[in-house]
């Protein structure tokens, strides 16, 4: 009778597809993310059931925090110099060039025209410690909407929406909606950004 | 040209074979432990939720609505829905003669507004308009969305939300009057 032998072989184990998928999954999610925007207003868009992206592109947002604060997201750096180039113009605020590329860095700002030089002139780490005010929107001293006449006056092509917070006041909101629609700017059209939620 | 390549690639081949006597064994454990690493840290840091856009078309507030133009509503397809504090939200059908109620916007309560909002809409095509023949020619809801000072911006989306997943087809974001501000003060 023969005597088994025992299989003396070190079980190995091919680990070439395992390293594949683990490297091929790691180079989508590496591509694929994007880091998020270092927001100075933190916005917890409320959930509905609209699903439809929102395009990112010529987009301009208009922000309500929490505390009524109102901040405008405009989309692409060339377009926020354009704007602030604009703004430093019409305001008479006499910003330096280094002043205007501050602000075309940044992703929102909600900041009165009256400390923008200054909010502008600090330096980046003094900027985040800066709490931002917002954008006056009363019907007073509407800042908000001589922003969005100079985005207006700039180009036809930009999309507008509104960013609000779940928790903010409608008040706030009906004012930017009020703001939007006014004879100046006649922006009847526009979008709520909101967060996915599954059908109940 | 190709019998040269040829004749050189046999030569190469069997210098080949000769020189191959032992596999090269690489230990793949680090680089796979590296490898989930970044895997579990891009799992982790990625927020899938992408921001959603809900569409809003709001009347234009500067032009002066043409009387000739405009569908008067009918008192039985009009439908109030008013917001107010603490995730309050009321009702009333009709414009003569309101009777306020409230209602939930939790869907699995018996007076949800999404209930309210199906049941009306139901209501309304039943009927047949005066002279109407076909099933376009029926009564449709009419919604008037009004909100107090105190309601919040969540209220509002959820009812414009309440507005596409029950299809009404028409639906309108209006100031509240002082007398609507009374009728919900006591409730």
Known sequence: ????????????????????????????????????????????????????????????????????????????????????????????????EDEKKAYSVMSA???????????????????????????????LNNELKEWLIALRFMSNKYVYAIKG???????????????????????????????????? | MSEVQDSGGEKKKGKKIRAKKHSTHIDMTPMVDLAFLLLTFFLFTTTLSKPKAMPLIMPDVNEVPDPSKQTPVDDEDAMTIILSKNNRVFYYFGIKEPKVEQASFDATKPNSLRKVIIEKKKECESRLK??????????????????????????????????????????????????????????
């Open chain 1, 1 to 96: 009778m023969a005597k088994v032998k025992p299989h003396r072989k070190k079980p190995t184990l091919d680990m070439t597809p395992v390293v594949d998928l683990a490297f091929l999954l790691v180079t989508f999610f590496m591509l694929t993310a994007k880091f998020k925007p270092d927001e100075p207003l933190v916005v917890d868009s409320p959930k509905a059931t609209y699903d439809t992206p929102v395009k990112t592109e010529n987009l301009i947002e208009v922000q309500v925090g929490k505390e009524k604060q109102v901040f405008l997201a405009v989309d692409n750096k060339n377009t926020r110099y354009e704007l602030i180039n604009k703004i430093s113009e019409s305001k008479g605020l006499n910003l330096t």
């Open chain 1, 109 to 139: 700002v909600g900041v009165p025209f009256n400390q923008l030089k200054g909010f502008l002139a600090a330096s980046p780490e003094d900027r985040k410690s800066i709490k931002q005010p917002g954008i006056p929107t009363d019907s």
């Open chain 1, 165 to 200: 917070d779940q928790n903010a006041d409608y008040t706030a909101v009906a004012q930017v909606i009020t703001t939007l629609q006014s004879k100046e700017l006649k922006l009847n059209k526009f979008n709520l950004i909101t967060n996915l939620e599954t059908k109940k």
């Open chain 2, 130 to 187: 005066v002279g109407g023949k076909t099933p376009n020619e029926r009564h449709k809801v009419v919604i008037l969305i009004k909100a107090d000072k105190d309601a919040k911006y969540k209220n509002m989306v959820d009812v414009l939300d309440e507005m596409n997943i029950n299809d009404v087809p028409v639906y309108a974001i209006v100031d509240i009057t002082p007398k609507e501000i009374e009728m919900i003060s006591g409730l």
